[in-house]
Nanobody
């Protein structure tokens, strides 16, 4: 089993920054790629960014490219999402996601990010 706990959400003004973290515990040796997703009110959960097991490959959806940075520290079992130049449309609950080598998928409980205009 793998447990994911997100931290770092909050209320920020447009143009501001937040750094989300995701602490991974449990059977961490089986974790492959990780990612961040978000779900805005009334919308489906959507992918934000992913990072490979060794951290060398990252992918971002177009709306966050150039503003968000995903990173991971495997020694500390942490994954981060640095969010800069935040916009009101970034308001959502942000979820940490982990995919195991065996194909299992795990989710955190989510952390609320609210960007005021």
């Amino acid at each position: 089993q793998v447990q994911l706990v997100e931290r770092g959400g909050g209320l920020v003004q447009a143009g501001g920054s937040l750094r989300l973290s995701c602490a991974v515990s449990g059977s961490t040796f089986g974790i492959n790629a990780m990612g961040w997703y978000r779900q805005a009110p009334g919308k489906q959960r959507e992918l934000v960014a992913t990072i490979s097991n060794n951290g060398r490959t990252t992918n971002y959806v177009d709306p966050v490219k150039g503003r968000f940075t995903i990173s991971r520290d495997n020694a500390k079992n942490l994954v981060y999402l640095q969010m800069n130049s935040l916009k009101p449309e970034d308001t959502a609950v942000y979820y940490c996601n982990a995919k195991s080598f065996s194909g299992l998928e795990y989710w955190g409980q989510g952390t609320q990010v609210t960007v005021s205009s």
